[in-house]
């Protein structure tokens, strides 16, 4: 007897061994697997399974599948069943599906569906590969609404973003760059962007993206620069042009934001003209000034001129013996005069012409040595010392160096005038200012300057017989240099006059 049951009890553990491999297989399967027989009762139910859907398999066994399904597929799955038996025509059997399944929770998620059909011993069974799409669909909604976020900034942005590939092919043309250039995106795209750019940059668009793509030296790539374009009517406008680069794969890609600037160069043109227009109108009004000034000034000296010469011509009519001396008197007198309308002639002439200047480079450090040596022999006579004060470091820049001169030799001497017959103290000191420029102080010991005189206005003056002219133009020659001048009192008497001048050098040439 127990011989007769071996065979079978070997055949049972050989089943047993395969079941068990099976089991084996589809738990490890990363899709859920859930069989059913031809009443739709569920007979398979795997770990994937069990994970996706919260149930356990002693919870699902023996029930209609349609448990793990939502309304209204619960309601009509058994009728879709039977009319398959019926009809023989699949809806779902043979192919993949997306729908929808309900967890234990309650949950609906979305999954990829392909069931299968297989008979064993006349028996109809149907297996289920289900797949959680959940995560995917999140992702793909996600990179969904980034992409159309995206396209919306890019398709109402105010400035043109046009996109090329490493070849300089347009690959993207936003309805801004189309407004701004003129093209339609269908006309540009697939086309070189070098068809935006007037010559000489057309020509040397692909040599330059060349150049980079062999090299990596980035002339505009990264950086924000201002250049030109060209609409597709011919005309030429200023832009502001950002290129970034961005890889993708193996793609390289290059967005160009295109920005317009000409309404901006239109109105720094026009604010140029009319400070230009209003400076212009300032110099007349200077100039009306000043020769209102100067014919009011002109008539003392003339007047006394004339009077000395007729004074000198009655006397030797009268008396051909008139000591020397008091003729040689009257002839300084008049002397004396006329050097002053001389000079206040010649200022008013220098005040009034434009500062054109003739920049070349200037060593700080000899200029000033020469300028105060030229008035060191005056201050030496009046008991004055004169320091000089110059940094290792002193820059070297660029100016006109005869106006400049011009303006150092008036400050010096207004310097040494101001201390008198000493004893005092004139100190140059040359340093750096906030920005980089060059600070050259011009110090005295000097009395100071009154509170209410503004010195730099024209015909202010402490000097008896000064014009009120020299301060103002060297105020116009350090302004045409990109420079300025400023006065403050001295401690604990005195002036210091602070002259600034930019290293690299400015003004007209």
Not at 361 to 374: G, K, Y
Not at 479 to 506: C, N, R, T
């Amino acid at each position: 007897m127990t011989e007769e049951k071996r065979p079978s009890s070997d055949a049972d553990r050989a089943r047993g061994l395969q079941q068990a491999r099976w089991q084996a297989v589809l738990d490890t399967i990363q899709d859920a697997v859930v069989g059913i027989d031809n009443s739709g009762s569920i007979t398979l139910f795997n770990r994937t399974a069990e994970a996706i859907f919260g149930y356990r398999p002693d919870d699902v066994l023996g029930r209609n599948v349609s448990v793990l399904m939502p309304q209204p597929y619960r309601s009509e799955h058994d009728g879709y069943l039977s009319e398959y038996r019926r009809t023989g025509v699949p809806k779902a059997i043979g192919r993949i599906r997306a729908v929808h399944a309900q967890r234990s929770s309650g949950e609906i998620f979305p999954i990829e569906l392909s069931v299968s059909e297989a008979r064993f011993e006349d028996q109809t069974v149907y297996t289920a590969i289900i797949r959680d799409v959940s995560e995917r669909d999140r992702v793909a909604a996600a990179l969904s609404a980034s992409e159309a976020r995206n396209r919306a900034i890019i398709e109402t942005a105010a400035d043109g973003i046009i996109t090329i590939d490493e070849h300089g092919i347009i690959d993207s043309f936003n309805p801004a760059a189309t407004r701004m250039l003129g093209y339609a995106a269908e006309e540009v795209i697939g086309k070189n962007v070098k068809i935006l750019m007037p010559e000489p940059y057309r020509s040397e668009h692909d040599t330059y993206l060349g150049n980079y793509l062999r090299t990596g030296l980035r002339q505009i790539i990264g950086i924000g620069r201002e250049v030109v374009a060209q609409r597709k009517d011919g005309t030429i406008f200023p832009i502001h042009l950002a290129v970034s680069e961005v890889r993708l794969a193996d793609r390289r890609l290059f967005t160009g934001i295109v920005h317009d600037i000409s309404e901006q160069r239109r109105a720094e043109t026009k604010l140029r003209e009319m400070e230009k227009a209003a400076h212009q109108r300032q110099r007349l009004a200077d100039v009306g000034a000043i020769t209102a000034q100067i014919v009011h000034d002109l008539g003392n000296p003339l007047a006394a001129i004339s009077m000395q010469g007729q004074w000198i011509l009655r006397r030797a009519r009268r008396d051909p013996a008139q000591p020397i001396g008091v003729v040689e008197k009257a002839a300084d007198q008049i002397v004396s005069r006329v050097k002053y309308l001389d000079g206040m002639v010649r200022e008013f002439l220098e005040f009034t012409r434009e500062q054109r200047l003739k920049l070349t480079a200037v060593d700080l450090s000899p200029f000033l040595r020469e300028v105060i040596d030229l008035w060191r022999p005056l201050a030496t006579d009046h008991g004055i010392s004169v320091v000089l004060e110059l940094p290792d470091d002193i820059p070297q820049i660029r100016a006109d160096e005869e106006k400049l001169r011009r303006v150092f030799e008036n400050l010096v001497k207004n310097a040494v005038e101001a201390i008198g017959t000493g004893p005092g103290t004139l100190t140059v000191r040359v340093g750096r200012a906030e920005g980089g420029s060059v600070r050259i102080s011009v110090i005295d010991t000097g009395p100071g300057l009154p509170q209410d005189l503004d010195i730099f206005r024209l015909f202010e003056t402490t000097k008896p017989f000064g014009t009120g002219l020299g301060l103002p133009i060297a105020r116009q020659i350090l302004l045409a240099h990109g420079g300025g001048i400023e006065v403050a009192d001295a401690v604990p008497h005195g002036a210091i006059f602070h002259i600034e001048l930019p290293v690299g050098g400015a003004g007209q040439q």
